[in-house]
Every structure is written in structure tokens, then in C-alpha cells.
């Protein structure tokens, strides 16, 4: 599935909900996630616009397999001189492009008839009843795109159309939704997007350039999240060509940014009108969201449920893209207070479907009667996703944390494996770096090419990004923990910390005492085993759990030592890691940089990155990053999983018999895809 689209969605539920179209999980960005259990959140979950925990990156397309959540990114710099402009405005576009790839390559032929994976007989009808994969639990707000609130779950991908949609069995590219052609100037300084002249919107009205130009404005105004603003720092601005054409101008050539422009939502420019004026976007707030997707706002009980119903009068209901999805005439979300109530409400049959993180849960209280009967079935599904980073994230802006031996130091005391097997029930497998499983990461020593792009900054980075790729310390085989420990006093000791008086001080007398952040008194059972080890070394980490608005505000001012955070993966990086490492997000409150990196040299790597015009020229970078961030030990990694976990109802629910590769959200997919079965 595309990144891109994906990231434009969980842009737009900032720490929450999943987004619109399969392949792009709403519409997001990075998401940000307590990864403390390896198994409370979606990795979807935190799509940095709504407000929950997790970080995904960016607009773009993007995949994971994170066993916790995902959340928004920015992208970054870049200036343009008028005389571009001027060549970009004069070009005249050829239009044929039924949709945009990132390498140049569409699985799907101009005139296709469906996506592979959909089933194009499936009936309309019934309801899908699941839960809320939101950490607030309840929302406040209808407008998924604001800073301050919580909105429902799922609203995004349910309600808002974007020119471009992908696809789940291919990543890197979108076909035309609202837009019906799309052509990117030769020399990639714009991009330029024709409506179908047949998309509405709710009220019934026509989707306009002009409203594709309003949503753009609005999303890069003051009111909404900052990660919009980074993703697409390098759009120079939009123009209204006519009645139903748009052009993107960039900054400079990006190949990513068809796909994030394409991938942003679109709204009417009527939401939050208030007699004939339209109202400050952030006094949008419980105005019903005025989008032009399969569904629309039904039935609310505030605190218990919200359900979306299906407009049988969707005006893409027979594009190739929409064929044999959205078949559920109503999708009833349900809201519980917790894991224990929702297992025990699907044991009871209050709804159909729940997706599982925890390992403990998946192997020991997924039974009962209606898994005897077969009502209820359990499903692990493979993906192809990137493991994405789940991690322990140092904050290095605090005085303590800002030496990279001490940082390493503190990850040598996690024993992985054995809380993988005490506590697992070896159902993971360990994170290593940024881009596992796919063509990004790094392996061995640096080739030629990463050598080019380090070299000029050797001195400003650890000497081991020169030599193996970094791997994280293990304590099986002739590996062990009080081997790992040792190797940890002595570089604590090299930093100046030693043994004294009870605890480990440096040369000014202060203990080295440290605090973890939590919004979760479930995840001491997981940071436990480490507190403890660290005890060994004279460290103090003590677990802070706090309520999730706490939480949430402490994270956006960076008032943390360590919490944890699931990152989510892409097989094609780019602008959003510049909210997630880049200089200016270290110093920008609310954007994703929580580790508070500010280095020359990721900013230069992610820079090569971006602009990249070919796969061979993106991978040095986007493996060259890898080698600085891991070796720099920002981030202790944790663990991934290769499956989804679901127990659904199978007398109610039928599906396509095979899940898309890469299925990043388990829910939109079944929302998106699957089926009411006629009851007898």
C-alpha cells in the first residue's frame, strides 16, 4: 500500500484513528504510540492529527508492522525563484495518467476494472459493529484535523475522498479518486490534477478546484497540526487552473510529493460556514465534517457509540478504485474503557471484530463458548510490512541524556530475549533500525555510496557508523546479560559516571536518575525487567504513568526523559523523517523529533533522501541515515510482529479469501473490503 496516502491519513487523526483509503490509511503522517506493551494500539493508531500516541511519518503511503501504531511526519526546506515559477505556470500538461507511481511503475493498466484483492460481487448490506482503536477511548469533536480534542475513530477514512487513493497490494502509488488524470511536469515542479466532473461532496454539491484549494489552505493554517506544514514544506503553493483543475507548484523536484499532495484530504469549503461567514478552523468543531467519501455521520451516543452509514448515492461507488468496497450499510463503533471490557463485550458478542496486540491475550484469553461454536474465529494473517521502529525513545534535549555512551549504556541493560520468552510467548522478533524488511535498510559495511554521503561529515558523527551496521546486544547464546552490563559500566564509566554513595554520580555528586513516561499503569508489567537491570548499574529509572492528556501535553513540550514509541515503516522514505530527526522539528513543540535530534548530518541525509530521483539514489541515503541514527542510540529497539491478529464473527462477517500484502490497517481493510453474511 502507499505510504503516502497513508500518512496523509493519520495526519489527519493525529494520534488516532486510521484513515480513508486502503493504501493510504487515511491520509497521514507520522504516528506516535506508547510502546510499552506489545500489544495495546494499531499501528495506525496515532496518526499525529487527533491526538493519541503513536508516529507514523509523513503524507505518503506507508506500511508497518509495528505491534503498536504509527503517526505523522513533515517534510522539509527548499526555495524556489520566480523563474520557475514562471516556467512551471506557462507549461501545458498532456493529460492520460490514470495515476501516479513513485518509480514509474503502476501495478494496474489504465481502464482496470478493480483492485485484485476486492471481491466485486459483494453484497451491500448490514452492520459492522468493531471498537474504537483510539486511546481516548470518546471523542469531543467531529473535525479529525484540529490540534486540540479527540475525534471519533475511523471518521477520516470513512468521510474524505483525496485526488489520489492506493492501493493495498503494491506500495509507492496512487490511482485517480477525485481526480480522474494526473500529470507531473518533466521537470517535477509541479503537479497537476483534473476533477472527474461527478464527485460531490455530502450536501450534494460538485468538488471544485476551489475546494481542493480551501482544504490545502486550511490544512497549512495555524489551527491545524504542524506535521502538515512539515510534510509539505516543500509545495510552493497551489493554483486553480479552472472550474475542476489544480497544479501543485514545489519547491524543488520531489518524487514523493505527487503522492502527498495527492494523498490530502479534500473538504467543502461550506464546513463551518455560520450564516453565509465561515468560522476560524478551530471553531470547527462539532460541525458535521461536509466530505464526499462512502459514508457519513449516523447514530451517536456520546461515551458509547458512533456509527457511520453507508451513502447509497456515492458518487464513486463504481470507480475501479471504489468497486467492491464500502459494502456495510452502517459501521457501529463502540467505545469501552478498556482491553479487559472489550475481550470480555466480544466474548458476549456486542460486536464483530477486534484486533489484538498482546501476546499474553492472543495466546490465553481469546476463548470461550462462541470460539467453541465457531461463532467466533481467531485469524493471524502475514503481511509484507516494513517492521517499522518501535523503540524506547531517549529525549537527548536533557542534560543526562546527551551523551551518546550513556544512551548506549542504558540499552546494553534491556534483556530482549528473555522478555520475549517470559513474556511474549516468543511471538516477536526484534527491531533493528529504521527500515526493516525492506530495501532500505543497512547490512554490513557501508557501501560506496553511503561512503560519498558520510564521508564529509566523519567528524561530526560516532566513529562506528563507518564500520557494521549496528545490531542490538543479545544475552542468548555466547551472548549474556552481565556480559552486556559490564560493557555498559564502562562506558558510563568513560562518561563519568561511577559507583558511589549508593547510586552512579558523576563528578558534580548528581545521581544518574531518570524517569519513564507513561499514559498506561499496564506498561510497568513491560519496563519492569529493565528498571531492574538498570538497578544493577546504580541507574534509577522510575515509571511515571500519567493520564493520556497529561501525557499527550507532556510529549508536544518534550517534558520526558525515555517513553516509548511505535514508529511506523515505509519502503520508501523520505519528507517525514524530517519531523521525526530533523533539526527544525528538535526545536518546533508538537512535532514528532521526541529523541530531539539535531544534526547537520541527518539533515543532509535526509535531504538526499528527498530528493532522490531514482531507487539507486535513494537507498545510500535512506541506508547512510539508518547508520547514524542507530549508532547514535537515540532509540532502544523493541520488537515487531510479521501477522495481524483478529477474532471476528464469522457467522455475521465474510472477506476476499486472502488478505493484501500490505495491509497496514487491519480495520480499514475490513471496513473497506469485507461483507455482511446474510443470517439464515
Excluded at 405 to 434: K, T
Amino acid at each position: 500500500m502507499n505510504k503516502y496516502m497513508r500518512q496523509t491519513a493519520k495526519m489527519l487523526e493525529k494520534y488516532a484513528v486510521q484513515a480513508s483509503y486502503p493504501g493510504a490509511a487515511g491520509a497521514c503522517v507520522a504516528v506516535k504510540c506508547p510502546a510499552t506493551l506489545p500489544a495495546k494500539q494499531p499501528a495506525t493508531e496515532r496518526a499525529r492529527k487527533t491526538g493519541q500516541n503513536c508516529r507514523m511519518q509523513g503524507f505518503r503511503f506507508s506500511q508497518s508492522n509495528s505491534t503498536q501504531g504509527t503517526r505523522p511526519a513533515r517534510p522539509t526546506w527548499g526555495r524556489w525563484v520566480l523563474g520557475m515559477v514562471a516556467a512551471v505556470l506557462a507549461a501545458v500538461p498532456v493529460w492520460a495518467a490514470h495515476g501516479y507511481a513513485l518509480w514509474g511503475d503502476l501495478k494496474y493498466p489504465a481502464g482496470f476494472a478493480h483492485f485484485d484483492y476486492v471481491n466485486p460481487q459483494a453484497p451491500k448490506g448490514g452492520e459492522l459493529r468493531l471498537v474504537s482503536n483510539v486511546r481516548t477511548s470518546t471523542f469531543d469533536k467531529y473535525n479529525p484535523f484540529t490540534i486540540k480534542g479527540s475525534a471519533p475513530a475511523y471518521l477520516s477514512g470513512r468521510m474524505f475522498d483525496s485526488l489520489l487513493t492506493g492501493s493495498l497490494d503494491e506500495t509507492a502509488a496512487g490511482y485517480g479518486l477525485l481526480a480522474q488524470d494526473v500529470v507531473v511536469a518533466p521537470d517535477g515542479l509541479s503537479a497537476t490534477f483534473r476533477l472527474r466532473p461527478e464527485a460531490t461532496f455530502h450536501n450534494g454539491s460538485p468538488v471544485l478546484a476551489k475546494d481542493v484549494k480551501h482544504s490545502y489552505d486550511t490544512l497549512m493554517g495555524p489551527h491545524t497540526s504542524p506535521a502538515y506544514k512539515t510534510a509539505l514544506e516543500d509545495v510552493a503553493g497551489l493554483d486553480v487552473l479552472d472550474e475542476r483543475t489544480v497544479r501543485y507548484r514545489f519547491k524543488k523536484p520531489n518524487r514523493e510529493l505527487p503522492l502527498t499532495v495527492g494523498g490530502l484530504p479534500v473538504f467543502s469549503h461550506e464546513w463551518g460556514m455560520e450564516n453565509g461567514r465561515a468560522k476560524p478552523f478551530n471553531e470547527v468543531v462539532m460541525d458535521k465534517p461536509i466530505g464526499s467519501g462512502p459514508y457519513t455521520i449516523g447514530p451517536v451516543r456520546f461515551g458509547k457509540d458512533i456509527t457511520y452509514v453507508r451513502n447509497p448515492a456515492y458518487w464513486g461507488r463504481n470507480l475501479p478504485v471504489r468497486v467492491g468496497s464500502g459494502n456495510f450499510d452502517r459501521i457501529t463503533v463502540k467505545i469501552y474503557k478498556d482491553n479487559t471490557a472489550r475481550l470480555e463485550a466480544l466474548k458476549a458478542g456486542e460486536f464483530d471484530l477486534m484486533r489484538f496486540f498482546s501476546a499474553g491475550d492472543w495466546a490465553r484469553r481469546v476463548t470461550g463458548k462462541k470460539f467453541n461454536t465457531g461463532e467466533l474465529v481467531k485469524a493471524e494473517l502475514t503481511h509484507r510490512l516494513p517492521t517499522g521502529f518501535q523503540s524506547y525513545v531517549f529525549n537527548s534535549r536533557r542534560a543526562v541524556l546527551k551523551d551518546v555512551r550513556v544512551r548506549q549504556a542504558l540499552g546494553l541493560a534491556m534483556d530482549y530475549e528473555w522478555m520475549n520468552r517470559q513474556m511474549f510467548y516468543n511471538a516477536y522478533q526484534r527491531v533493528n533500525g529504521l527500515f526493516g524488511n525492506t530495501d532500505c535498510a543497512a547490512t554490513g559495511e557501508p557501501g560506496a555510496g553511503e561512503l560519498a554521503l558520510l564521508s564529509p561529515w566523519r567528524s561530526q558523527v560516532p566513529p562506528a557508523v563507518f564500520g557494521p551496521m549496528a545490531k542490538p546486544p543479545r544475552t542468548d547464546g555466547e551472548h549474556s546479560l552481565r556480559g552486556n552490563l559490564l560493557q555498559a559500566k564502562a562506558l558510563l564509566a568513560e562518561a563519568g559516571w561511577v559507583y558511589r554513595d549508593g547510586a552512579l554520580r558523576n563528578a558534580q555528586g548528581q545521581a544518574l536518575e531518570l524517569e519513564y513516561l507513561d499514559s498506561n499503569e499496564s506498561g510497568a508489567r513491560v519496563v519492569t525487567p529493565w528498571i531492574r537491570n538498570l538497578e544493577k548499574l546504580g541507574v534509577t529509572l522510575k515509571f511515571r504513568p500519567v493520564d493520556f492528556a497529561l501525557y499527550q501535553q507532556r510529549l508536544q513540550k518534550f517534558e520526558f526523559d525515555i517513553t516509548g514509541m511505535a514508529f511506523g515503516g515505509t519502503h520508501n522514505p523520505g519528507q517525514e523523517y524530517a519531523d521525526l530527526f530533523g533539526s527544525k522539528a528538535a526545536a518546533t513543540e508538537d512535532s514528532g523529533n521526541f529523541a530531539g535530534v539535531a544534526s547537520p548530518t541527518v539533515d543532509a541525509l535526509i535531504t538526499a533522501m528527498t530528493a532522490a530521483k531514482t531507487k539507486a539514489e535513494l537507498l545510500p541515503a535512506c541506508r547512510a541515515l539508518e547508520r547514524v541514527i542507530a549508532h547514535s542510540h537515540y532509540l532502544v529497539p523493541q520488537w515487531s510482529a510479521g501477522t495481524h491478529r483478529l477474532a471476528y464473527n464469522a457467522w455475521r462477517l465474510d472477506r476476499p479469501a486472502t488478505m493484501p500484502p500490505y495491509t497496514q490497517g487491519a480495520e480499514a481493510w475490513v471496513m473497506d473490503t469485507w461483507w455482511f453474511k446474510a443470517l439464515p
